[in-house]
């Protein structure tokens, strides 16, 4: 049983991690470079769409696998790199529901709208946060690995 709730907590952060990595290093530079604001914006929004409602179910997967693998080991007993994970996991979390509930709602009401200005704003204040997810993420992997 903890092999496959182990599987499926890994496979959910492989969806999210992977998701950014696509965004940030494929798609984000070669849409910036050969598409005007409109197509762009409107292309990135419905990419986000799609993409962020993995990234909800991932979540869902990602905090019920860790907490039952973390409750069924005795927490004082636990690597210290697994309470690092969780809290840079949860720090994540809170970062991507501000995301979805704020820039990224202004995105796609302002790509509806085709207020151009206004979604190339809300664009660029989910940029960094999606940076800064990916920077924990990868912090979390590091932590989890190495700090036993």
Not at 2 to 11: G, T
Not at 35 to 58: D, K, T
Not at 59 to 66: F, K, N, R
Request: charged share 10%; with cysteine.
């Amino acid at each position: 049983m903890y092999e496959w709730i182990k599987f499926f907590h890994l496979a959910a952060a492989i969806v999210w991690m992977g998701g950014m990595a696509l965004v940030i290093l494929a798609l984000r530079p070669v849409v910036i470079a050969r598409m005007a604001p409109p197509e762009r914006l409107a292309l990135m929004s419905a990419v986000l769409s799609r993409f962020f409602v993995m990234v909800w179910i991932s979540i869902a997967l990602i905090l019920a696998s860790g907490f039952w693998m973390l409750f069924m080991t005795d927490m004082k007993l636990a690597p210290k790199g697994w309470h690092a994970m969780s809290g840079l996991g949860l720090v994540m979390c809170l970062i991507f529901a501000h995301i979805w509930f704020a820039p990224f709602r202004r995105l796609k009401a302002a790509v509806l709208a085709s207020d151009w200005p206004t979604a190339g704003q809300a664009l660029g204040q989910i940029h960094p946060l999606v940076l800064t997810n990916f920077a924990l993420g990868w912090l979390a992997v590091l932590a989890v690995v190495v700090w036993r």
